[in-house]
Nanobody, 127 residues
Framework: QVQLVESGGGLVQAGGSLRLSCAASGRTFSGNAMGWFRQAPGKEREFVALITWGDGNTYYADSVKGRFTISRDNAKPTVYLQMNSLKPEDTAVYFC????????????????????WGQGTQVTVSS
């Protein structure tokens, strides 16, 4: 079993920055990758970014490319999402997720492709 706990959400003005954290425990290193998703009110949960535990390869949604950076600290083990140049449309509950199955490609962007989920942290960007 893997437990994931997100933190770092909050209220920020447009153009500002936030850093989210996702602390993992349990069978962490049987996992292959960690992802961030977000869900705005009335919308589907959407993929944001992922990183592989082993070599740190990353993959981003087009909507956040160049503004968000995903990173990991294998020793803790924790995954981060640095969010810069935030926009009101980034407002959502942000979830981290763990994939324990082997990766067959980097574009692992669907909810069912992940095995464990955190409880989410709210990010609100005011205009």
């Amino acid at each position: 079993q893997v437990q994931l706990v997100e933190s770092g959400g909050g209220l920020v003005q447009a153009g500002g920055s936030l850093r989210l954290s996702c602390a993992a425990s349990g069978r962490t290193f049987s996992g292959n990758a960690m992802g961030w998703f977000r869900q705005a009110p009335g919308k589907e949960r959407e993929f944001v970014a992922l990183i592989t535990w082993g070599d740190g390869n990353t993959y981003y949604a087009d909507s956040v490319k160049g503004r968000f950076t995903i990173s990991r600290d294998n020793a803790k083990p924790t995954v981060y999402l640095q969010m810069n140049s935030l926009k009101p449309e980034d407002t959502a509950v942000y979830f981290c997720a763990s994939r324990t199955r082997p990766l067959i490609r980097m574009s692992i962007t669907r909810r069912y492709e992940y095995d464990y989920w955190g409880q989410g942290t709210q990010v609100t960007v005011s205009s």
